[in-house]
């Protein structure tokens, strides 16, 4: 009977892995197409010296399809968690976070900064 319910649990925890994984595919997908809209727009306006505001809404994107991503690594493991698996969460956590850190620091530094004048 055990057996069973934790075969069930693994599997339940493996599709809700997948939906997660695609969650954060999506989101990088909107977010591309966004990116690309504002490129678009960007160019047609004739302003081809700032692409702060472009590259900085497709950041957003990228930071939130990083939890998404990291939220799924971390139910990869807890299925069935071994010490290679555990070593490579941790990097990929930690790589994962210094990477969201900085996006968002930088998204934080560009609203607050005043707005510049084209």
């Not at 591309?32 to 960007?42: D, E, F, I, Q, T």
């Amino acid at each position: 009977m055990f057996d069973l319910a934790e075969e069930w649990a693994r599997h339940g925890v493996e599709w809700l892995r997948l939906l997660v994984e695609g969650l954060g595919a999506t989101v990088i997908f909107i977010g591309l197409l966004v990116a690309l809209r504002g490129l678009a727009a960007h160019w047609l306006e004739k302003r081809r010296d700032d692409f702060n505001p472009v590259r900085l809404a497709f950041a957003r994107y990228l930071a939130m399809a990083l939890e998404f991503q990291l939220a799924a690594d971390i139910l990869s493991t807890a299925v069935s968690p071994s010490w290679d698996q555990l070593g490579k969460l941790a990097v990929v956590a930690v790589i994962r976070t210094a990477l969201n850190f900085f996006l968002t620091r930088e998204i934080r530094d560009e609203r607050d900064q005043p707005q510049r004048k084209s």
